[in-house]
């Protein structure tokens, strides 16, 4: 019996064993049969043009976990009759990435083409993806890699700007019913038995896999196998069997990844809009997904200074002491610390001109570094900046009735310039006042 290269595309096609597990024997082999992201495969749709005209390039598969990310890449294998590679970023390492490519680049002399699949290709490191870089660009292969981490963060520019990026969608619930009512019916599923099963079960499932193909099927292979077995042979799932086959779903959350930015936004700009129990949600997804309390902490303490600052001078504080209090009791102690700087911070009034008044003096620091700071308020520490009259005029503000004096603290050339403006919101009300007080004094005598 003669062994199959990589390069047999025969190989990885051949029949799944009745004994893989339900995921498998179910794979889809064309796109007739896949499941989901019409978007990109729909009639007219980019990929599926591409396919169709055999254009395929090099492009990397961004999306949740069975998606369909690796069915995807097998079946434009099949279609573009290329040879299928299919690499494991956790156990492939730099010698044998370069050894297939040296074989990739001896087939293409005889116009075969090899495709490569790299599953996880976020886990490779810079140095593993450089090592496909001379050969993508050479045309000698063409990469697919599949990933569930935002692109942009995880795989290296020179890389990713040769290849292009398409987002995979969750499947819906009802692409995920569909799926497990052909897995009942489909002889390489359960079609060779009987199966009782009620539609809203499968929905149930369906719905349990939050748009997870994989975890839909091994969830319904699950049920079936431990179903009820009646003398004729047929098996019938309850819901009592369904619900105990259900369990508790594992939150996804990545605290690196995507995933990690969109929550932290969500509970920052709910907070933002004065929606306690949506930044109370955030919160919890967060905490219960394994979160770093101090980090929250920290974003909280962000958010006292941006969006409140002199609004409530409490903000800040309340913040603060939210961080020391997850300092010293940990998790899951210090979830109802966070959850009343949450709401307070959430309920308090709003100000960004604390936010505004740095990011605008920023831009002029930035584009005016050389801005000498006035001899006025230069300190003279040596008789010679004496002489050169610094500090000249300065005026000690302590010794004068209102504690201000008429003096221009900024660069000639910024000298009117204003960055600090108060809202009337809260008690950035009464701060305004003082400073519109200040301004007048120290500007007119």
């Avoid at 599926?48 to 998606?67: A, H, K, T």
Wanted: glycine share 6%; with cysteine; hydrophobic share 40%.
């Amino acid at each position: 019996m003669n062994q199959l290269s990589l390069f047999d595309v025969q190989d990885e096609y051949s029949p799944v064993p009745f004994t893989a597990p339900l995921a498998d024997r179910m794979r889809p082999e064309s796109l007739e049969d896949y499941v989901g992201q019409n978007h990109l495969l729909g009639e007219g749709k980019i990929l599926r043009q591409m396919l169709e005209n055999d254009r395929i390039s090099s492009m990397i598969f961004w999306g949740p976990p069975g998606v369909g990310k690796t069915t995807l890449a097998r079946i434009i294998a099949n279609r573009t009759r290329s040879g299928f590679v299919n690499f494991s970023a956790v156990t492939s390492g730099i010698r044998e990435i370069k050894d297939i490519m040296k074989q990739a680049e001896e087939n293409r002399v005889y116009g075969m083409r090899t495709l490569c699949f790299v599953d996880e290709i976020h886990r490779f490191n810079k140095a593993q993806q450089d090592a496909f870089l001379p050969y993508v660009e050479k045309g000698s292969i063409t990469l697919i890699g599949a990933t569930t981490e935002n692109p942009s963060f995880e795989i290296n520019a020179a890389l990713l700007s040769r290849c292009k990026v398409f987002v995979l969608k969750e499947l819906t619930t009802a692409d995920l019913t569909a799926m497990l009512g052909r897995a009942l019916s489909d002889k390489r599923g359960f079609g060779n038995s009987t199966v009782h099963m009620e539609e809203n079960l499968l929905s149930s499932i369906a719905a349990f896999a939050n748009g997870d193909a994989r975890t839909a099927l091994n969830t319904l292979e699950m049920a079936v196998l431990n179903g009820e077995i009646s003398p004729d042979g047929s098996i019938t799932v309850t819901q009592n069997t369904l619900e105990q086959c259900l369990g508790k779903k594992t939150l996804l959350y990545d605290k690196n990844g995507e995933e990690h930015y969109n929550l932290i936004s969500a509970l920052h700009k709910s907070m933002r809009n004065s929606d306690p129990d949506a930044a109370v949600y955030w919160l919890a997804r967060m905490l219960e997904a394994g979160e770093d309390p101090l980090y929250i902490a920290r974003r909280l303490i962000r958010f006292a200074s941006e969006d409140i600052g002199l609004a409530d001078c409490q903000a800040l504080q309340i913040a603060v002491a939210a961080y020391q209090a997850c300092h010293f009791n940990g998790m899951p102690e210090c979830n109802l610390n966070l959850t009343q700087a949450v709401v307070y911070l959430s309920l308090a009034p709003r100000s960004n001109a604390i936010y505004r008044a740095y990011e605008t003096a920023k831009i002029d620091a930035r584009n005016q570094l050389a801005e000498p700071v006035p001899l006025n308020i230069r300190n003279a520490v040596t008789s010679l900046m004496e002489e050169l009259d610094y500090g000249k005029g300065y005026i000690y503000a302590h010794d004068t009735e209102e504690k201000i004096v008429r003096m221009n603290c900024l660069p000639e050339s910024l000298k009117d310039r204003r960055y600090y403006l108060p809202t009337e919101e809260g008690t950035e009300k009464l701060w305004k006042e003082r400073l519109e007080r200040s301004r007048d004094a120290r500007l007119h005598p």
